[in-house]
């Protein structure tokens, strides 16, 4: 990259999202008045503009903004609204149970519905809820540690399962050191959490060798520090050790339920003892779930009938709420369905390989990842194989000056590195839009490889 144009180029890019979005500056000083750091949560300010955009409504793969912009949403919410805003049978689910109550701490007519969907989809026979997939991680974590006694959590480097504290453990040049980052933590993260690199098979052993690691919380392909996808044979193997020295293998499904129907576990032939699920599992209203073996669940209900009188820890008030339950059938049964897939994944194909042709263009050494309708590209020539190659190449700088380049051309990218996702709405003129938008940016500031 240019420094020096870009830097220009972003000055310029910063003077245009200001003259392009006064409605959106004027909603961003009152918010400031009452809110915390401007926004309802803080990390609506990563994106690098120089005031929070504000929406004025979202539909499929589009969202408008305050100023009347048109944005084509390759963001979709991170991931909580990958099957397109407002899917139609969640608008209709949702209009009909507006009416009849949302939530009365008892289940409706939906809750066998939904677990029997979840069962068939994701191979698991007993599931709960929760209103995040931090929430869902964090209980299915709970219920492990409980029905197996034991503590220690095991996790790759540089994975993300939401806020549930005990994953912020990284390896700093071969030591696990708790992030510095976190805000208010008291308690020690590294006296239960190991953490090991994705695709390697050695320490992944010699961490459960002692036998005391509960479980493996993972994503299948990890997502939240650019994407690392497994090496060949990798999960086959590793589920074999987790099953060798008696730990329980969790997989988070949250992202990557990108990559085909019932998500990466179904499409790869992984069996995994516990499954996590959030973010888009209700269309996007807030709902998660969890899945368990018959074995995992036959051992959580005897810890709970084992355990004395009184609360859990396990749970909050609103979850399985009629509101979010009648949400994640009208999903389940009629929106994450094979039909949709199949319009995404290819398109999601043809971005990745309009990204590479731009890049090749260009002689730019980076490259492109896909996990079904997730694409990502990333500032290294190979992909990386685990969480330290791969955070080595985050660069917020650029990734900001793109995304704010992307966003005044008309079109949104997740904030975070460089990730898009293919709705059932996008259209193939979408697709050419954002090509056109990367490539007038790129223009703008990068030099060419010799
Ligand atoms: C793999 C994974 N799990 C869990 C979460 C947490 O989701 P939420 O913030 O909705 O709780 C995320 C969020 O990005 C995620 O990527």
Redesign the pocket.
Same mark, same amino acid.
């Given at each position: 990259m240019d420094w020096e144009r870009a830097l220009s180029f972003l000055d310029r890019e910063r003077a245009l999202y200001t003259e392009r979005n006064p409605r959106s500056a004027v909603l961003a000083a009152q918010a400031a008045v009452h809110l915390l750091l401007g926004v309802p949560l803080h990390w609506m300010r990563d994106w690098g503009t120089p005031f929070p955009l504000h929406v004025a409504h979202a539909s499929g793969a589009h969202v408008v903004d305050a100023d009347g912009h048109t944005l084509v949403d390759f963001c979709l919410g991170?991931t909580g609204a990958m099957f397109g805003h407002s899917p139609p049978p969640v608008q209709n689910a949702l209009q009909h149970q507006a009416g009849q109550g949302y939530t009365t701490m008892l289940p409706t007519e939906d809750a066998a519905v939904v677990a029997k969907a979840l069962s068939e989809q994701f191979s698991l026979p007993c599931w709960q809820f929760a209103l995040?997939? &931090?929430d869902a991680?964090r209980y299915i974590v709970r219920w492990i540690r409980a029905a197996t006694g034991r503590k220690k959590l095991l996790v790759f480097n540089g994975c993300?399962?939401?806020t549930i504290e005990d994953v912020f453990v990284d390896l700093v040049q071969g030591q696990a050191v708790q992030r510095d980052s976190l805000l208010g933590q008291v308690h020690d993260l590294l006296e239960h959490t190991a953490v090991v690199e994705f695709n390697d098979l050695a320490a992944l052993e010699a961490a459960l060798r002692a036998g005391d690691v509960a479980c493996v919380l993972a994503?299948p392909a990890m997502?939240?520090i650019g994407m690392v996808l497994p090496a060949p044979g990798f999960w086959r193997a590793a589920q074999a050790l987790v099953r060798r020295y008696g730990a329980l293998l969790v997989m988070?499904e &949250?992202?990557t339920i990108s990559t085909g129907v019932g998500g990466y576990c179904q499409v790869h032939g992984i069996e995994p003892d516990a499954l996590v699920l959030?973010?888009p599992v209700g269309g996007g209203v807030p709902c998660a779930v969890y899945g368990m073996s018959a074995e995992l669940a036959g051992h959580a209900v005897r810890a709970k009938a084992d355990a004395p009188p009184g609360h859990s820890g396990i749970g909050t008030t609103l979850t399985g709420n009629m509101l979010s339950m009648a949400a994640m059938r009208a999903t389940l049964t009629e929106v994450m369905t094979p039909a949709a897939y199949a319009h995404m994944l290819p398109l999601a194909h043809e971005l990745a390989e309009g990204i590479r042709d731009l890049l090749a263009e260009r002689r730019l050494p980076w490259c492109v990842t896909e996990l079904g309708a997730r694409v990502e590209f990333q500032f290294c020539p190979v992909p990386p194989r685990n969480g330290s190659e791969a955070g080595a190449r985050l660069d917020a700088e650029p990734e900001h000056l793109i995304h704010l380049g992307l966003l005044n051309r008309g079109v949104l990218i997740t904030p975070f590195h460089n990730m898009m996702l293919v709705c059932p709405q996008t259209t193939a003129e979408d697709v050419q839009r954002l090509l056109a938008a990367l490539a007038a940016v790129l223009d703008e500031v990068v030099v060419e490889a010799s």
């Open positions: 991170d995040s997939a &931090t991680n993300y399962h939401g994503e997502t939240n988070d &949250t992202h959030g973010k």
